[in-house]
Structures are given as C-alpha cells and as structure tokens.
C-alpha cells in the first residue's frame, strides 16, 4: 500500500509539473523570437495578474489593516512584530530551498500555476475564517489567522524562482522594469481604490463583521489575479544537464557567495536596508496608543501608503531601465530614511500622512528593483540560484529586522524610529561604495 502510495505521488507530481514533456530543442533566436512575438500577450495578462493580487493584498495590508486586527485581539508587541515576518520573510526563506530544483525544470509554469494554486493562494481562505470566530474564540482565531498568513508566504515564496524565471523567459531586460514598474503603479492605484473601501467597511460594519468582508475580498481577488497569471505563455528553454542533489546545490551557492565578491556585497547592503524598515510595523500602533486614531483613519493611511507605493513603482520602472537598479533601490532606502525621521518628530497623527506615503514610495521602489536585480547577477542556467540566494538572504534580514524592532519598540518607539532611519542611511552609503550595478557587468561568475 504504502509502494502503490509512492508511485502514485510521484506520477501526480510529474504531471502536475509536467516533467515528463521534453523541452524542444531551439536556438536563441528562436527563443528570442517566440517571446517578442508573445510579449503583447503576456504583458496584457501580466498586468491583470499583477493588478488584481495588488488589489486583493490592499485589505490584508501588514503595515496597517493586520496591526489593526491583530491589536484587537492581543496586544503583545511582540505579536504585532511577527507580521512583518509572515509578510515578507515567509516569501523570500524558502527560495534558497527551491532554488535548485527549479533550476533543472525546462518549464516553470506548471510549479508557478498548478502548484501555486494550492500552497500560495487557497490559505487566503482561511482569514475570513479566523475574522468570523474572533469574538467567540480569540486566541483559536489568532493563531488560525497567522498560520494561514504564513502558509501563504511560504507557499509564495516556494514557488518564487519559478515565478522570477518565469518574467525573465517572458520579458527581456530592458523592458522588464517599465512591465513590472507600470503593473505595481495599476496596481498599487487598484489597491488605493481598495483601501478606501476597507477604512469604509472598517467604518461602516462592527468588528469583526468588518475584517470578515475585508479578508474575503483579499482572498476573492487573489484567486482572479491566479486566473489572469495561467493565461501567460512561456517561452520554454531547454535545460542544460548539471549536477543534481543537494551536495551538488550547497557546493554551487558556495562557490557563489566565495566568488562572486560584487554579488556579496550586494547581500551585505540589502541585509543592512532590511533594518531600515524595522519600525513599519509599529507606525500605526504608535498612532493609535499616542493620539488614539479612528479604524477609519487607519484605513486613510492605508490609502496614503498605497499612494506612495503607485508613484514609487512608476518611479521606479523608469529609473530601473534606463539607469539600473541599484540607484533605484538607493532611492527606495533614501524613502525610509526620510520616513523614519519624520515620525521620530512628528508632534501629531497628521504628520504620518507623509510617513506613510514615503514608506509607500520606498516599498514600491523596492518592490520593483528587489525582484528585477537578483535576476542580472548571472547568466540565465544560473538564474534560479542567484534568485533564490538573494532572496532568502533577504528574507532573513526581514525576519530580523522586526524582531530587534519589536525590542527597541519596547524601550521606545521614539529610538526605534531613529534607529530604523540611521540603517537606512548606513544602506544608501554601502550601495553607493561597494556594489556595482549588474546590469553593466561584463563578465559573470563562470561556475561550470
């Protein structure tokens, strides 16, 4: 029984990443053809896909919507610190892990689709749930809501280097920045729109019917993103043999992070970037034990948020292909920087309507500069890897970086602003000294 069980999983797993369908053999022309010829096509359902999942995730925002929530049903600091983690860094740890078997699949859709489906987007429907028992069982609720949120990232982040390699076979790279840039600003406008409309539902409905409807709007328009992203077609590229096996992937990431002195520092500065954005998650809690705002106001600063967010993306989308990313990621730790030392002195709530929008206009540049520079760092065989290290290497600075926020948070929220403020200057200075930008490297890390 337990044979018959092994082989029918693996016969489901290589139908549901289509493994047993060969890669046909074709040149680099014709690779290049094919996806100038579908470019229209996906850029069209590329938008619709970036567009609705921006919209959807505006009522589950970490830096506002779940503080909110999660503040009406604990108010642990440490708690309130953890959802940054579920938000980000569940999407870039595991990425490292997955890195090299997406490596060896000719076809990355199948893992970004059919596996995406179940591990990414259907624990979204588990946070209506937890918002409809949150009276009559809090803590049950609690910790349903952030398993569920953390299986999402996870899910997310397992399936992220397919996702990435994925936009790389669909977008070539000087046009990758204006098709992500342009879709988070669609986005990030749609997701405004749905701000408003969460601070009114927020408003309008008694706790917890409100955050009910909230997060199953999330979860609806996560889903219609999902849709949207199955319709794009990939340029599928044929995969060169390599070593399998973990040995063969941990021997690779270390040749990587040894020889790759640039790609290095680059990881060094990042990690020091992430600690410039400590002190999000505590914003609108400073807000609401300081000046006791209204849930509508929070749902306010959401729109003030999401407003830098969609300026920050066009910015950035412009500034990323003509001038790299690296100059638009130093803009976008410039934002935080300019974020945290208005809120370490802001005498009133009114003073965080522009906090918010430049941590939305630095989270925007980010959004769009950290996917697109880990993808330049190698040649397209080694991309996943690249991909994956950075990522997770990110992903562990995220995970920190709350954590010793939510320390300082309990000393003051006054140090911890200044604190967030200063690693964002210490990031700008280590960009600009130490890391060339990828894009105009001549030559590559040979790992063959």
């Given amino acids: 029984m337990t044979t018959q069980w092994l082989q029918w999983r693996r016969v489901a797993i290589r139908r549901l990443l289509q493994l047993d369908q060969q890669a046909p053999a074709r040149s680099q022309a014709e690779l290049v053809a094919e996806a100038q010829q579908n470019y229209r096509w996906n850029f069209t359902f590329g938008l619709l896909d970036g567009a609705f999942f921006w919209f959807g995730s505006s009522f589950v925002s970490a830096a506002t919507i779940l503080p909110l929530f999660v503040s009406k049903l604990t108010d642990n600091p440490l708690i309130i610190a953890l959802l940054p983690i579920l938000g980000q860094a569940t999407w870039y740890l595991p990425q490292l892990f997955t890195a090299g078997?997406?490596?060896?699949?000719?076809?990355?859709?199948?893992?970004?689709?059919?596996?995406?489906?179940?591990?990414?987007?259907m624990p979204t429907w588990f946070m209506p749930l937890a918002a409809l028992m949150s009276l009559a069982a809090p803590r049950l609720a609690l910790v349903m809501f952030l398993v569920a949120y953390g299986l999402h990232g996870l899910g997310a982040g397992a399936i992220a280097p397919a996702w990435s390699d994925l936009i790389a076979r669909c977008f070539p790279v000087e046009r990758r920045g204006w098709f992500f840039g342009f879709t988070a600003f669609v986005g990030a406008g749609l997701g405004a729109l749905g701000a408003l409309f969460s601070g009114w539902l927020l408003e309008q409905y008694a706790f917890p019917t409100n955050f009910v409807y909230a997060f199953l709007l999330a979860a609806l328009m996560i889903l219609l993103s999902w849709v949207f992203l199955a319709q794009m077609r990939e340029t599928v590229e044929p995969t060169p043999p390599r070593p399998q096996g973990r040995r063969a992937n941990r021997a690779k990431i270390g040749r990587i992070l040894r020889g790759d002195q640039n790609f290095r520092h680059f990881l060094q500065a990042r990690l020091l970037g992430n600690l410039s954005s400590m002190g999000v998650g505590f914003i609108t809690v400073v807000a609401l034990h300081r000046w006791q705002v209204s849930d509508g106001m929070v749902g306010l600063f959401t729109i003030a948020l999401l407003s830098g967010q969609t300026l920050g993306t066009l910015v950035a989308g412009v500034v990323a292909d003509r001038f790299g990313n690296k100059q638009t990621l130093m803009g976008s730790f410039s934002a935080n920087t300019a974020a945290f030392l208005l809120a370490w002195q802001a005498?009133?709530?009114?003073?965080?309507?522009?906090?918010?929008?430049?941590?939305?206009?630095?989270?925007g540049m980010h959004m769009v500069a950290g996917v697109l520079i880990a993808l330049e760092f190698s040649v397209p065989a080694h991309r996943p890897t690249y991909v994956g290290i950075a990522n997770t290497a990110n992903g562990i600075g995220i995970a920190i970086a709350p954590l010793v926020g939510g320390l300082l948070a309990t000393l003051s929220y006054e140090w911890l602003f200044l604190a967030s403020a200063t690693a964002g200057i210490g990031a700008v200075l280590l960009f600009h000294t130490c890391v060339h930008d990828p894009r105009f490297q001549r030559e590559f890390l040979r790992l063959e």
């Fill in 347 to 363: 005498p009133t709530s009114v003073w965080y309507f522009p906090v918010f929008l430049l941590v939305g206009f630095g989270l």
């Fill in 101 to 121: 078997l997406t490596e060896r699949l000719a076809r990355k859709k199948p893992v970004v689709i059919n596996l995406g489906f179940f591990v990414e987007r």
